[in-house]
């Protein structure tokens, strides 16, 4: 079992560890909710250096890229260095290998990408590069940061002073570079907040400052209650290589605008767009009782089964139970959920559920 960097910062803060992709991570530090409520209101920080960065170079590194993901990254650099895009890495039938951020920088291009799809994540850029003139530089001497909520950027300037101005003026999907520290305006709360990618020697220090000035450690456990919460996909759960990026809300990661760009999965994901979709990602509001949870059938108002539950959990924002499910196009507002065989009514609303600490989520149309 792996450790990050921060393993033993961890056991300081008396996280309780638990094993998580092959890493030993931290779920909580004592109060999900607390933690989950520091990041809404305040100011929170994770752990994610068990996320993989590949920095991708050489002479036909965006033509590798261009035909690898379903975004373009031709836009990257209509921006200029240091912009950020989210993408999918699609199967040839269009089903979702990963999602990721590409980040352009003037090293090339840096992928970053999740814990639990490493190993396949790797055999695919393997099986793919070699078509191309292209250098794939694995970095496990960096670890991530995720400094969280309205009052993260303010905090971490209290540590980086002189970046102050450069980092209120971050942009989202934006990023500083500065030296072999990377500040990107990033995250996967529904917050303001920043994705710090720096040297592994340096992350216990920087943690412990970012304690100083009084910055709450985050687990896992608040991580997924917040990311539900903003409506953020988990792979494995919300997509997996199954999944359509239609059918979890994805498609606007897929860029169709040119023509002439061939990516991996172009054909069959225009086949189905043209066809419309088998079934759509909506968020449920629990009206009954119990908790929404992962696994559970869907039913429609005539008590036809209509999908699954993908993600589910009690919001400590909304303080509801709420979840993510893949279900067929219906046109009502209202269906139900089999939990433990009680058929449990619950409304049908757009995602996100929460975005800077505010309700946002609508009735669907």
């Known amino acids: 079992m792996q450790q990050t960097a921060l393993y033993n910062a961890h056991l300081a803060s008396n996280a309780k560890m638990v094993p998580f992709a092959n890493w030993q991570m931290p779920i909580n530090y004592g109060s999900q909710i607390k933690e989950h409520e520091a990041v809404r209101n305040d100011c929170g920080m994770f752990d994610v250096s068990h996320m993989a960065i590949t920095d991708i170079s050489g002479a036909q590194a965006k033509e590798f890229l261009r035909y690898l993901l379903s975004n373009d990254i031709e836009k990257l650099e209509k921006f200029g260095f240091g912009k950020a895009l989210y993408s999918a890495m699609l199967t040839p039938g269009a089903g979702v290998i990963d999602d990721l951020i590409v980040y352009y920088t003037e090293f090339g291009y840096r992928l970053v990408t999740n814990a639990g799809t490493y190993e396949k994540d790797m055999k695919w850029l393997d099986a793919v590069s070699p078509n191309f003139k292209v250098t794939k530089t694995m970095r496990p001497d960096l670890s991530i940061i995720a400094v969280q909520g309205p009052n993260a950027i303010a905090k971490v300037s209290v540590l980086k002073p002189d970046l102050a101005q450069g980092l209120n003026a971050l942009k989202p999907f934006t990023a500083l570079v500065i030296n072999d520290w990377f500040y990107a305006r990033t995250g996967y709360t529904g917050e303001n907040g920043l994705e710090i990618m720096l040297p592994g020697e340096r992350a216990e220090q920087f943690w412990n400052e970012l304690l100083d000035v009084g910055v709450t450690p985050c687990g896992l456990a608040a991580r997924d209650t917040l ?94 139970s709420i979840a993510m499910a893949r279900i067929k196009p219906i046109a009502q507002q209202q269906a139900y959920v089999d939990i433990r065989g009680s058929l449990e009514p619950v409304r049908l609303v757009k995602l996100p559920f929460v975005r800077n600490g505010k309700q946002v989520c609508g009735i669907s149309k």
């Open 227 to 320: 990311r539900l919460e903003a409506g953020m996909n988990l792979y494995g759960h919300d997509m997996n290589e199954t999944t359509n990026p239609m059918e979890c809300n994805m498609d606007w990661v897929v860029d169709l605008s040119d023509s002439l760009r061939y990516f991996i999965g172009r054909d069959e994901y225009v086949q189905y767009k043209t066809n419309g979709a088998r079934y759509i990602q909506v968020g449920l509001i629990l009206e009954g009782k119990g908790v929404l949870r992962e696994g559970q059938i869907v039913y429609d108002m005539d008590n036809n089964e209509i999908g699954i539950i993908t993600s589910g959990t009690f919001s400590p924002t909304l303080k509801v």
